[in-house]
């Protein structure tokens, strides 16, 4: 199942540790959508498993906040708030790309 928008399997996902030495994100239907196996650091590979298994979520966020940016809602007049709504647009192109 793939979301229509994007082409990435829909949210949300979660971590599910295996009895070896992986950690998997998971679809909401139980499908794998990646492993991580990171053999020398555990609490490393189970960070990236999350911050994976977030994404779906933070990709809505993003969204939500430029939805916010495009009817006026958040000012783009101070550069920290410019260079935010920037890296926003960068990350929203860089998990929506088609190749």
């Known amino acids: ?3 229509q928008t994007t082409g ?3 949210g949300p996902w979660h971590t599910s540790q295996r009895a070896g030495d992986e950690t998997s994100i998971r679809s909401e239907d139980g499908s794998i959508v ?3 196996n990171t053999l020398a ?3 490393q ?3 990236n498993a999350q911050l994976i298994a977030a994404a779906p979520d933070m990709l809505l966020a993003l969204g939500a906040i430029m ?3 495009e009817i006026g809602n958040l000012s783009r007049k ?3 708030v410019d260079s935010a709504i920037r ?3 960068a990350a929203i192109t860089i998990a929506t790309k088609e190749d």
Request: charge should be negative; charged fraction near 20%.
């Open 78 to 80: 101070h550069p920290s």
């Open 8 to 10: 990435h399997t829909p």
């Open 67 to 69: 939805d916010q940016a």
């Open 41 to 43: 650091n555990r609490v």
């Open 87 to 89: 890296r926003v647009l």
């Open 34 to 36: 990646a492993e991580c």
């Open 45 to 47: 590979e189970l960070a």
């Open 1 to 3: 199942m793939t979301n």
